[in-house]
């Protein structure tokens, strides 16, 4: 079923540029078919296609929208294993994940649906005339929010499916009415394809125009450039490195017309130890803190990355109960090749770091594309003098940064990056500690946790996965939960358009049974 | 009591920069005092103000903060005559309209402050804990939105009250919870100096930390440049030229750590004139037309720069309709002699174009300064192969297009850069052409008005002022109406946060009385 064509519109196209292979990281091996990348005709079309679905689709009903984002949900569950097994195959996740990850996927896309349903979003307001108001009459004023355009979506190469083809990013941009083309991740390019084709038969089934979605291939940056500067293009969501991140910022503002990207890129979460939470769970911290380190290989963008504690015998006894834990954890099979190399290169340079020291290092490599988990340690003098110190690895890796003093720990989050998470680790004693750090760190990221760990982003309404630069292009945002709907909308404000004209969810009587801001007053009249 | 002195926090500085003075356009002379521009001490010490008075102000209750928006209000009608008078002298502006204008500009800062109170901006969402979920439990989850941080504002010269120190920025920029630096408009400098006071004093009546508000001159970009690319400033306001904008979303986004940019930039606001309504109210439109184009000098960012209809005996009635009351219009004091230079020579490059006719021009000049009114025609094959015919003159010069049929003026909205607004002249029997117009203006404009003309923005809660760049550098957005706030917010999520370390906008039992979402469900509990 699988067959390496790209999917623009209606169409399943083969592409004639560099092929891509899936690899199955955990044996190094290439997975059939090759998939070519595609041309510049090819983003042209799918562009076209977007460019022309779009007022049709803006204008689909809000239950016609929302029963096509449950009919991709269907299409997904109607893969079967062969979805499930190929992401296995191209990823090196084990099954419990890419199943749990798959009933995120489509549980998003489902969530996403109510929320089109419910239409909050719309932020519908009138404001009715007052034709006898002196010194001057005040017309009819009505706003809705309506959909940017077509989207540009790039695929992750950690999530396959729920961050990938079918994830967020598109749900949330098919909710707000916005075509979407995706541009796949060369890291599972079949799993893209079958992702894609439930998509395609969700437009069809839905009697929508096909450039709703088109799937494209291309390794290298060609054509991600291409579509990112497409005139027809109205915003990008994106999941992945820095550089690539920052390189589609650069390209999405030198445009003509430059266009918002939603990049979510790096970060490195810190986890405060405060002082009597470590005194009386040191142990217990340190065991469950190597379990986020370790989950998943450590390829989540929530990892915690970087831990802070004041100095003395309990963060010792922190960094044994850890140490333990994280010699006992396995080497595991990461991704792809290149972020294993990347993570190995990364580790490799903290270990020879002049200011830091190794705490202890997981269980070695017993196979290809393996990470070695690893925990190191600095001071926090070295840690504010060495700015590298502050850069994410992407894996299984940790520094632990001995703080002097209570005070120390708060100057060092002031000069943290944004970050997408911070988690404080508290006992009521240490009440005031964490008061102090709240302001900061509620200027520095999206998420605060308490006593959790920052791995596991729930999807839901008041989910934050986003944060201030560099952990997103845009802190405004978020790209998980549901308000990841308002990234891809705009509003418009309708003057005395006549009643025939006026979209039904600003029409008088409230035929959609919104809740509005009728003279700024919220109900559902 | 205007000292030509700088603001900065509680302090006046005299700046050492080069001087700027008002100039009064009416009479081409000079009015003292001087205003030296601020250097690089006086951004330094501005911004180091601001970020220490942030999270002090952005804690400050919803009464606190509505009641500073009140007090600034009340202390700009303190100001007396004296504002007034020196907004005249400086702008050219006449009496009625800066007294209105100052109306606007209090009413304003006092709709922002019912805003604040009632809080629907903070979005409060709350996913209470599901401790007994499987295969996972659900942790506690809160979001509500917070201030950016500190916003630097550029004040316009074509509004010196309402767009300028006190203005819509600035006002929103404080009930978002942000300190506001501005940077004065050199067009009206005592103006800027008296309001700039005035939210001076509202700030120590209010007993709020200095940094909240700070006053800068300085002619030429070196001291908005520093502004900008300060690593304190979190976002920017602005309203005026293209190049300008632009110039500041470059140097945003070269920053290491980019920010926002809201800049409201250009537009030649579209009017199309549908054949019904030509057919029986050419001549009242045409009359009604040239009311708008020349009120304020045509010195307006909603100016109707731009009339397109099908050619045709009702277009001659509407153009001889409007030539007459064009004719009779007489020139106006523009707002600075550089604006007027500028309108000058836009009129003249109309006035010299091969493939644009002249319809008419309004009286001559009877003194400095001042604009003569222009109407020119030129036919769509023309219009559409001349990008220059659609760049905005800023003043009042319109330019009506020719076009041979509807399906011709279709596609030349089609072919519009982003605007503020668009305008339908419209009878019953337009309704199909109208309809057909709608997905177009929708997906280029801000705003859709129907029967009346764009100049006059109503500050309200369903306003519109922005649109799809060049209109600005960011559609997603207002700088007009309460939906303003939204720009100087970004949201927060807090996870497990024990009780006690809750906002108040968070907590169980809701204090505030907030409408908030309850796993999705809005609600006032």
Not at 105 to 130: K, M, N, S
Not at 423 to 446: C, K
Request: hydrophobic share 45%; glycine share 12%.
């Amino acid at each position: 079923m699988i067959t390496g064509n790209m999917l623009i519109g209606a169409q399943a196209v083969a592409g004639a540029g560099a092929p891509v292979y899936g690899i199955d990281p955990s044996l190094g091996t290439k997975i059939e078919p090759a998939f070519h990348g595609g041309s510049q005709a090819d983003v042209e079309r799918a562009c076209a296609l977007a460019a022309a679905a779009f007022d049709m689709f803006r204008d689909t009903t809000l239950e016609q929208r929302a029963v096509f984002l449950e009919t991709v949900a269907d299409e997904i569950m109607a893969l079967g294993d062969e979805l499930v097994a190929r992401a296995i195959a191209e990823s090196g996740l084990p099954r419990g994940r890419i199943e749990g990850e798959r009933g995120r996927t489509v549980g998003q896309l489902r969530l996403f649906a109510q929320v089109v349903r419910e239409g909050g979003w719309l932020d519908a307001r009138i404001d009715p005339a007052l034709p006898n108001r002196a010194p001057l009459p005040r017309a009819d004023l009505r706003q809705r929010h309506i959909a940017i355009g077509p989207v540009v979506v790039f695929g992750a190469s950690n999530f396959p499916l729920a961050f990938s083809v079918a994830g967020g990013d598109t749900a949330s941009a098919f909710a707000a009415g916005c075509p979407v083309i995706v541009k796949a991740h060369s890291a599972h390019p079949g799993t893209s394809e079958l992702a894609g084709r439930a998509i395609q038969a969700a437009v069809a089934k839905s009697g929508l125009p096909e450039g709703v979605f088109s799937l494209i291939f291309g390794s290298g940056r060609e054509v991600g450039t291409a579509l990112v500067t497409d005139p027809r293009i109205s915003a990008v969501g994106f999941t992945g490195s820095r550089a690539g991140g920052t390189a589609l910022m650069r390209a999405a503002a030198g445009r003509p017309v430059p266009i918002p990207v939603y990049a979510e890129m790096s970060s490195i979460n810190p986890v405060f130890l405060l002082p009597s939470a470590l005194a009386s769970r040191a142990e217990s911290i340190g065991k469950a803190f190597v379990g986020s380190l370790t989950m998943g290989a450590g390829q989540f963008c929530t990892n915690p990355g970087l831990v802070l504690a004041v100095d003395g015998p309990d963060l010792e006894t922190f960094i044994a109960a850890a140490a333990a834990a994280l010699a006992a954890a396995p080497a595991q099979t990461m991704l792809t090749p290149g972020i294993c190399e990347a993570y190995q290169s990364g580790a490799a340079r903290l270990l020879e770091h002049g200011a830091v020291a190794t705490i202890a290092q997981g269980q070695p490599q017993s196979g290809p594309t393996q990470g070695q988990a690893a925990l190191f340690v600095t001071d926090a003098a070295s840690f504010l003098a060495n700015h590298d110190l502050t850069e994410e690895v992407f894996g299984a890796a940790s520094l632990v940064v001995r703080c002097p003093d209570l005070a120390t720990m708060q100057a060092l989050a002031e000069k943290l990056e944004g970050q997408l998470t911070a988690t404080i680790q508290f006992d009521d004693a240490d009440i005031d500690a964490a008061r102090a750090l709240l302001p900061t760190l509620e200027r520095r990221v999206g998420r605060i946790l308490f006593n959790g760990y920052p791995t596991g982003v729930e999807v839901c309404h008041a989910m934050v996965h986003g944060g201030p630069y560099p952990s997103t292009s845009d802190g405004r945002t978020t790209s998980v939960g549901t308000l990841a709907i308002r990234r891809f909308l705009r509003p418009v404000c309708y003057q005395d358009v006549p009643a025939a004209l006026l979209p039904a969810a600003l029409q008088d009587g409230n035929p959609l049974g919104l809740w509005r801001r009728i003279d700024g007053v919220l109900g559902q009249n």
